[in-house]
């Protein structure tokens, strides 16, 4: 665009300028941050709080990887392990993958899955919305924000208290839309997201900072549903994207499909079902899993016949799709304008690159052996995790990461050709100016056609945001001046500033993608979140007392029981008033009872005190029955151990119930 | 946020069409350090918006400085003649006719190397290859002797060549 006089149209639309939404403040904490990756099979939560080295976080079982998987055959829905259990039965409704959706209208959905789409409202933006049964649509960012918001109760039980920042991880090669789509998905969750990181510069800085030096470094990422490769240079303390390339969407995944496709042909399913789709992409999963280390496999098909696949007719199905990642690979090596031989290593990320037949793709396309020291699941969540301590203000030092805007920005100009305005691979943050004019006195209006992409024409590449520019003063032609600023900040996120120069008058405008969510959207789901988690919260208070209450019930309940075959023990008056109290604990029990714990809390506690004197003399006469012919030494061990086993039923009780 | 005429200033550079790609990534990776935002606490809206500035400034800057012909159009625009505008008097000069036409025929025998192929196609684009870097040498030798007039034309010549080159890789 640029040259004033060819691309100005009076459009007469409205252009809605608005103040940005001034940041909270939110006071420091060091050594509080997490980061996440955010991943499409699997997702990771690591801490590295003051400069301690960085550590996944695992559940109650140990597991780090939290399967990206969210089951809404349940409400609250499910996330995770559970999750995925139910995945065979109700594919529909149990979504997994769904990185692929974030920031994608319902037209780019050019892969096959199980779910079905709703689709957009007339006029409204083209956003994916998932029909999950029990008439409950969700976007995919919600669905994120569950997986964040499992991810986050972990690193509070970790870190003792709620994180207060968050590195989440993107793709290197995601566009602005996805990056959006990824950060509101951190608001949604309640996070206040720090940064999004390129997963690639995460690995990187994981492995540099355990090098300490200088160098040049491929990464290559093949994960469940995307691929990247990134070029990248330590130096003088900064660690510099040169390049990166890759392939949105390309990842294990199409392994295991096509694999399932070799599986499906196997059992003459020319047409199957959802569920033996299903059961057939399980399968070649499995399959490919033990194949990294074993020459053959007995895989079960669909329609309950077993094959035995080998490693080379495996190599052979998944061949194709692994060699699509080599084009982009030397794009990247191209547009660094670094030489294979130059670099100083090779990184893997992503469980994807486990497959020996990517490692042998990768060596010899960089004619050098890969690194794999650290694992590969979890370097990006290190590195993530890393650069959360930095910016949560601790004392670590950290290297200063310079990330490159991913995709060219450009504008539309006459003929729908597009004219590039900041170039992919520029250093991050950047700016770009252009100045408007008028073709004639009449003109008050312009149309602005913001678009991402290397392609040269509007149509082939994606809209990022479309608006009206309205209020141009009526001056002779070529005689007003409209600067438009571009700006994309350090998580290559768009800001467009408008300035009048015959005026000076100066306003923003957060460009919101044409495939995301608005700004109101995000924050009623912020809103609905919330209040979730609240009442969430007080269903699990109300459980929790509610068993204690029981608890107690039945223990005194019992105790009653024994006092009444030994006459004496219990005095008529207390008897009374502990009747009394087990008569309200009952009621407070009743299902139709109270749902404010707080009642539930009292009647437990009213309970207790009236049948503490009760209680004590039954423990004291046990005692002394299990005391004749004990040592007092062993009396002592007895004690303590009972003391300690209280201890444990006390601090460990009501954690077991929330989860049942 | 510096204005657009100080690319070099804003990389603490002397203006040189010469700078040795070192000194420029050593000057850009200090600044880099030091005015990115992320070494600004993230609630701390005013300074980060700052930062944001200046980083955007600096990485305009190293953007256009680094790649020695981009830096040669940018000293020649900084001199008065701006090859991205079509003005008549400070816009990018017209070819001369005699270049036009040696472009038409280049076109022409693009067409015919595309159709050989083989070592026809290699030894064209070699000779393309050729043109565009003496148009460059002769640019930097205009820039030097301080003729910007006559670098801008040199300038020009090297896009048509560029996108000739572009053609035959395409």
């Known amino acids: 665009m640029g040259n004033a006089d060819t691309d100005i149209h009076d459009t007469g639309a409205l252009f809605q300028i608005e103040e940005p939404a001034s940041a909270r403040k939110v006071p420091l904490t060091p050594g509080r941050a997490i980061g996440i990756d955010l991943g499409t099979t699997h997702s990771l939560v690591a801490v590295a709080p003051n400069g301690a080295d960085p550590r996944t976080v695992a559940d109650g079982e140990g597991r780090c990887l939290l399967p990206s998987v969210v089951s809404y055959v349940e409400d609250p829905p499910t996330v995770g392990w559970a999750a995925r259990t139910a995945q065979l039965e109700a594919p529909s409704r149990v979504l997994s993958s769904v990185k692929r959706f974030m920031g994608r209208g319902t037209g780019d959905v050019d892969f096959s899955h199980p779910y079905t789409l709703v689709p957009p409202a007339e006029g409204a933006a083209d956003i994916v919305r998932i029909d999950v049964g029990g008439d409950k649509v969700v976007t995919p960012m919600e669905v994120s924000a569950r997986i964040l918001e499992v991810l ?12 207060t920042g968050a590195v989440i991880t993107v793709p290197a090669y995601f566009d602005e839309a996805q990056r959006q789509a990824t950060k509101d998905a951190g608001r949604i969750a309640g996070l206040e997201v720090y940064r999004l990181l390129a997963e690639p510069t995460a690995a990187a800085l994981a492995y540099g900072l355990d090098r300490g030096g200088q160098g040049l470094f491929a990464v290559y990422d093949l994960g469940g549903g995307t691929f990247d490769i990134s070029i990248l240079r330590l130096r003088d303390g900064v660690f510099q994207v040169l390049a990166t390339g890759g392939d949105s969407a390309l990842g294990g995944d199409d392994f295991d499909r096509a694999v399932a496709q070799l599986l499906l042909e196997k059992a003459g399913l020319v047409e199957p079902t959802p569920l033996q789709r299903e059961q057939a992409r399980v399968a070649a999963r499995d399959a490919k899993e033990a194949l990294s280390d074993k020459d053959s496999v007995e895989v079960p098909l669909p329609d309950g016949a077993t094959i035995t696949l080998s490693r080379e007719t495996l190599e052979a199905t998944i061949g194709p799709v ?28 992503g469980g994807s690159t486990r497959t020996p037949l990517v490692r042998q793709l990768v060596e010899s396309t960089f004619r050098q052996p890969p690194l794999a020291d650290i694992d590969p699941d979890r370097v990006v969540a ?23 805007a991913p995709l060219s920005l450009g504008l539309e100009t006459m003929g729908g050709i597009v004219e590039t305005i900041i170039p992919r691979n ?5 700016a770009a100016r252009q100045v408007f004019t008028n073709y004639s006195e009449q003109q008050t209006g312009m149309m602005v056609h913001v678009l991402q992409g290397e392609r040269e024409l509007a149509d082939d590449c994606r809209s990022l945001a479309k608006f009206d520019l309205k209020g141009i003063p009526q001056l002779p032609p070529s005689m007003a001046r409209i600067e438009i600023t571009f700006e994309l900040d350090a998580d290559a996120l768009l800001t467009v500033t408008a300035r009048e120069l015959m005026t000076g008058v100066r306003q923003t405008v957060q460009v919101k993608p044409t495939y995301g969510l608005s700004d109101e959207e995000v924050d009623r789901l912020v809103i609905e979140s919330l209040d979730s988690a609240e009442d969430d919260f007080t269903r699990r208070n109300l459980a929790e007392a509610r068993v204690e209450l029981g608890r107690v019930v039945l223990a005194v309940g019992a105790a009653l029981w024994d006092a009444d075959q030994r006459p004496g023990l219990l005095e008529d008056a207390e008897r009374a008033s502990i009747d009394t109290a087990m008569q309200s604990a009952q009621v407070v029990m009743a299902p139709d009872g109270p749902t404010d714990h707080k009642l539930v809390v009292a009647a437990r506690e009213h309970l207790e005190s009236v049948s ?49 | 946020m510096a204005a ?18 070192d000194e420029v990534e050593t000057a850009y990776l200090a ?20 930062a944001m500035e200046a980083s955007a400034a600096l990485n305009e800057a190293y953007r256009v400085v ?60 070699d000779a393309v290859e050729d043109s565009h870097d003496e148009a460059v040498d002769a640019a930097i030798a205009a820039v030097a002797g301080g003729d910007t007039p006559a670098a801008a034309q040199w300038l020009v010549q090297r896009r048509y060549w560029q996108r000739l080159l572009d053609e035959i890789d395409a």
């Not at chain 1, 109760?153 to 994180?163: F, H, W």
């Not at chain 1, 520029?426 to 950047?430: C, H, M, R, S, T």
């Open chain 2, 4 to 21: 657009a005429g100080d690319h070099f200033a804003v990389l603490g550079l002397t203006a040189r069409h010469d700078l040795p790609r």
């Open chain 2, 66 to 125: 680094r790649d020695p012909i981009s830096r040669l159009e940018y000293i020649v625009k900084t001199q008065g003649i701006d090859l991205d505008s079509s003005d008549e008097n400070t816009g990018a000069p017209s070819p001369s006719q005699a270049f036009l036409i040696d472009m038409i025929e280049r076109r022409d025998d693009l067409e015919q190397a595309k159709a050989s192929g083989g070592s026809k196609a290699a030894s064209f684009r």
């Open chain 1, 612 to 660: 503490e004197g009760f209680a004590r003399r039954r423990m004291e006469r046990a005692l002394l029955a299990g005391m004749e012919g004990m040592s007092v030494t062993e009396v002592s061990d007895t004690l303590a151990a009972d003391e300690d086993l209280d201890d444990r039923r006390g601090g460990h009780g009501p954690e077991q119930v929330s989860k049942g």
């Open chain 1, 152 to 163: 986050a109760a972990r690193a509070e039980q970790e870190l003792g208290e709620p994180p």
């Open chain 1, 382 to 404: 290190y590195g993530a995790a890393i650069q959360a301590d930095v910016l949560s203000g601790s004392a670590r030092d950290g290297v200063t990461l310079l990330d490159v």
């Open chain 1, 426 to 430: 520029a250093a991050i943050p950047i």
């Open chain 2, 31 to 50: 600044r880099a350090q030091v005015w990115h935002p992320d070494k600004v606490a993230p609630g701390e809206t005013a300074a980060r918006r700052q």
């Open chain 1, 322 to 349: 692994a060699e699509r990642t080599v084009a982009p690979c030397r794009q990247a090596l191209k547009d660094a304008g670094v030489r294979a031989k130059e670099l100083d290593g090779v990184v893997l990320v």
